[in-house]
């Protein structure tokens, strides 16, 4: 199958750029990225790259290298353009962009898998594990009255929260007993010291150079505390779940939502 990497000289790019030249079932055809490398050989930043293998600067370079699915690590303003641009001629999309607004998913959704569309599928985690703890996440918050998300990331991660911790805080959120709402947080002699709120679970962000990638979610019960963690250490991390979502989304019409369907656990 023929790859192409828009973002591909951002350091998630660059991983999957590997992680694609290392299969024997995937090529890689074609990088792009917005500026930084563009005209250079992809090989300064990836070894392993052919030697004529250039950085291209626009979406047009996938087309013409006949892409057929396409791994989007960039920004919301370049994913909805690769949206547009890519999804009409067929091509298919992986997208692990955060930041999206909700009316980007909406639009993600109402494109992709339309006649002679390409399909998509969006995750804001690609580690296995953060799916895993993502599920594990809405099997507790049926039995535990209170819970707050913590998710800590490298110093360069441009949005807060992440886009993991929003999805986790939403399904535990949806995931509770009907009716079933947290004692009220207190006052706050610090503006902002108990963090945000989505749908009404508290998340907090750390961001601190030496971090990759890391959440925590913390149930409280009577007498007890149950803590599950999942640490990404390297940015591999996150490619077997990449590989996994780009050998599938030709099979799976329209757009799919996270990891989980791709793991059987939605």
Known sequence: MRVGVLGATGRMGQ???RAVLATDDLELVAAVARSSGVGRGLRDLVPEAPAD????ESLSDLVAAEAEVVVDFSRPEATMAAVEGLLPDGIHLVSGTTGLPTAALDQLAAVAGKADHGNAVWAPNFALGAALAMHFATIAARWYPAAEVIELHHQGK???????AIRTAS???AAR????AEAPAGKES??????????????????????VAHQEVLFGGQGEVLTLRHDSLDRASFMPGVLLAVREVTTRT?????????LGLA
């Open 177 to 180: 007993a009907a009716g079933s």
């Open 190 to 211: 610090v503006a902002g010291v108990r963090g945000g709120e989505v749908d009404g679970v508290r998340v907090h962000s750390v961001r601190l150079p030496g971090l």
């Open 15 to 17: 991983a999957t750029c």
């Open 171 to 173: 399904a535990i959120a």
């Open 254 to 262: 329209g757009l799919t939502v996270g990891l989980e369907p791709l």
């Open 158 to 164: 441009v949005d807060a929260p992440s886009g993991t």
């Open 53 to 56: 293998l250039l950085v291209g």
